[in-house]
């Protein structure tokens, strides 16, 4: 091998390196910024929605809409024998 295609190798290399580092650069910068995209999203979203808070049914309640419930089974299906 003679001096020049040696240089030539060495340039080649050098320019792969470049070539790997620029494109683990952009990949790099690419999935931080669609990773930071769908943290802002999400958290504008959840500070838009308003936090539904869980009723508070009494136990007073619950007993009365029982009956009324097996009534409505009872309506649809007058043989179930588990209600």
């Known amino acids: 091998m003679t001096s020049s295609s040696k ?3 060495v340039v080649r290399q050098a ?3 470049r070539k790997k580092k620029l494109l683990a650069i952009i990949s790099v910068v690419s999935f931080g910024g ?3 995209f769908g943290a802002v999203v999400t958290i504008r979203q959840a500070m838009r929605t308003p ?4 009723e ?14 097996y009534e409505l089974v009872l309506q649809r299906e007058p043989e179930n024998r588990m209600a």
Do not use: N, R
Not at 51 to 54: D, I
Not at 58 to 67: N, Y
């Open 34 to 36: 669609s990773m930071l």
């Open 51 to 54: 936090q539904a808070q869980p």
């Open 15 to 17: 320019k792969e390196k």
């Open 56 to 69: 508070t049914i009494s136990v007073e309640d619950s007993l009365q809409q029982q009956p009324e419930g």
């Open 7 to 9: 240089d030539y190798f």
